[in-house]
T-cell receptor
Framework: KQEVTQIPAALSVPEGENLVLNCSFT??????LQWFRQDPGKGLTSLLL?????REQTSGRLNASLDKSSGRSTLYIAASQPGDSATYLC?????????FGAGTILRVKS | DGGITQSPKYLFRKEGQNVTLSCEQNLNHDAMYWYRQDPGQGLRLIYYSQIVNDFQKGDIAEGYSVSREKKESFPLTVTSAQKNPTAFYLC???????????FGDGTRLSIL
């Protein structure tokens, strides 16, 4: 069964701290892996997409890595800001289907 | 602006009633998807469509129905057979299957 797990479920950090969110998946036959951000009561905003042949992607203060062999991805957020507070979702693409983790709720305190 | 529009934002269902959630996209995407999100859980796929006049069941299709008569529209009907419909429903589209999905802002469905 294709499952995606995100750790931790919730995280609270002071402003300015660097942090890492973790995602693991059971089936390594992936097309790609995406990290999304979701604000309360809103839809999903795509942050980064890593193709199965890639090791990492960067966008501004965000860096996502992918290790297919171990079934893991990390999202690194540098110099966190209160505006980064949201739920972060990891999703793995298996052909015509995205499998989502339950998300990590991030709170950055000012 | 190109995007995905879901309506209504909030919807209430009476017992025994069918309700329909709207999803419209002007991105010229071939593929469209419906997900359900429950508190503390990830999104679960209800139905998807890769092309007009074709759709496939996802992981939790029971109690739901869809149609894809036009490329830009993929409405979801929550039938009375769905005994626990209270959830946040998200629609997405992608240029084709296995490409990045773009999401609407969701519809929150509650039971009266």
């Amino acid at each position: 069964k294709q499952e995606v797990t995100q750790i931790p479920a919730a995280l609270s950090v002071p402003e300015g701290e660097n942090l890492v969110l973790n995602c693991s998946f059971t089936d390594s036959a992936i097309y790609n892996l995406q990290w999304f951000r979701q604000d309360p009561g809103k839809g999903l905003t795509s942050l980064l997409l890593i193709q199965s042949s890639q090791r990492e992607q960067t966008s501004g203060r965000l860096n996502a890595s992918l290790d297919k062999s171990s079934g893991r991805s990390t999202l690194y957020i540098a110099a966190s800001q209160p505006g980064d507070s949201a739920t972060y979702l990891c999703a793995v693409e298996y052909g015509n289907k995205l499998v989502f983790g339950a998300g990590t709720i991030l709170r950055v305190k000012s | 602006d190109g995007g995905i529009t879901q309506s209504p934002k909030y919807l209430f269902r009476k017992e025994g009633q069918n309700v329909t959630l709207s999803c419209e996209q002007n991105l010229n995407h071939d593929a469209m998807y419906w997900y359900r999100q429950d508190p503390g859980q990830g999104l679960r796929l209800i139905y998807y469509s890769q092309i007009v006049n074709d759709f496939q069941k996802g992981d939790i299709a029971e109690g739901y129905s869809v149609s894809r008569e036009k490329k830009e529209s993929f409405p979801l009907t929550v039938t009375s057979a769905q005994k626990n419909p209270t959830a946040f429903y998200l629609c997405a589209s992608s240029i084709r299957a296995a490409q990045p999905q773009h999401f609407g802002d969701g519809t929150r469905l509650s039971i009266l």
